[in-house]
């Protein structure tokens, strides 16, 4: 791996940031907070939130078994998809490498930032070599996305690839999970001390069940996490979500309840959906969603949203042609999709 100096973006590395008023009172203890222009009134949402959500992180590194120096949190993983960019990345200079399909964010937050995003096609399986990526790239490529499950296709990928890459590539290897909660594949929060050019993004979006509150985590080492929090807005998760996100850790039970009956229902669903006449192909999942590959996507998604059923038309992603991607819901909402599909006439 380069040093981190030279993969982060020398204004960033050079950054001073924003020092706000709850920084600097830090450590202290106190009962007269005048210091930050806020109104005394209309308790509890005067105060500016912990800028570093401390309680939270502390809470969230005893489920994850990582320390809270290695937790970045944002407003969403969209949040820590764009930094990366702000902070590794040189506009018109740089270059990023992805799989190909995967999850559309990675190409958005390049586009925005100016910076190439270099695909890499998938195989048949949906898998990639850790060679075809490094292949395509160069002295700037800074950083290489993975999606494990990947979106939309479901899959896990290799872990020995993961890994080889991992050895292998010179920047930063960004490992998004989101789905992990879904799959049998362990977690690579287990190997962030093996690998210092390894950051995994998880969120509160799918497993959590928390989509609404914009949470999104990161784990890397402490020197990457303190250029993340050094460039992100001073308040970037709100007090409301903090305090929901601490409550949820407090029924983690329930979460793990969720991710056992929406499994046993993916199953349920997957063996449903494909017997239909107009089911082409089922692909393997290891998510709380499958990619099906049917006989006409566009009309089949059309004919759904008459229904009032919506799935996602994946047509015109690479090698999704004539895909539908279907996120699996309660019973009675598998079975009124699967009732639709039933009726319906090719
Ligand atoms: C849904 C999803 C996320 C979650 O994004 P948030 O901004 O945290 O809601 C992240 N990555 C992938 C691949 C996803 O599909």
Excluded at 44 to 49: E, I, K, L, V
Excluded at 57 to 81: M, Q, R, W
Excluded at 326 to 338: F, I, K, P, Q, S
Aim: net charge negative; aromatic share 10%; glycine share 4%.
């Amino acid at each position: 791996m380069k040093t981190l100096q030279e993969l982060t973006r020398p204004n960033i590395w050079k950054l001073k940031p924003y020092s706000s008023a709850r920084d600097e009172y830090k450590g202290v203890t106190a009962s007269v907070f005048l210091d930050a222009n806020e109104n005394p009134y209309n308790l509890p949402h005067n105060r500016y939130p912990d800028p570093m959500q401390w309680d939270l992180k502390t809470e969230l590194s005893k489920i994850k078994k990582v320390s809270p120096e290695h937790i970045f949190l944002g407003n969403g993983s969209d949040e820590a998809i764009d930094l990366v960019f702000r902070a590794f990345c040189e506009p018109a200079k740089d270059n990023v490498v992805a799989i190909d399909p995967t999850y559309g964010m990675y190409q958005v937050c390049a586009d925005v930032n100016d910076v190439e995003y270099r695909k890499v096609l998938l195989d048949d399986n949906f898998q990639f070599t850790a060679d075809k990526l490094l292949a395509a790239a160069d002295d700037h490529t800074k950083l290489i996305f993975l999606c494990s499950p990947n979106n939309p296709t479901g899959n896990d990928l290799l872990r020995t690839e993961i890994e080889k890459l991992l050895r292998e590539f010179d920047g930063l290897v960004i490992l998004d999970e989101a789905y992990n909660d879904f799959s049998e594949a362990p977690s690579f929060l287990e190997e962030l001390n093996r690998y210092p050019n390894l950051i995994v993004f998880q969120t509160f979006s799918k497993a959590w069940g928390c989509a609404a509150i914009r949470l999104g985590m990161a784990f890397a080492s402490e020197e990457i996490i303190g250029i993340l929090s050094k460039i992100k807005y001073p308040y970037n998760v709100n007090q409301l979500t903090q305090q929901q996100a601490i409550s949820m850790l407090h029924k983690y039970d329930e979460i793990e309840r969720w991710v056992r009956t929406l499994k046993e229902e993916r199953d349920y669903l997957e063996k449903e959906f494909e017997q239909f006449p107009c089911t082409v192909k089922m692909f393997p999942s290891d998510a709380n969603f499958f990619l099906a590959k049917v006989t006409d996507a566009v009309k089949i998604y059309n004919y759904l949203v008459g229904e009032g059923i919506i799935v996602r038309n994946r047509n015109s992603i690479s090698l999704c042609g004539n895909c539908l991607r279907v996120t699996v819901g309660t019973r009675v909402e598998n079975d009124t999709l699967l009732e639709a599909l039933k009726k319906y006439q090719g």
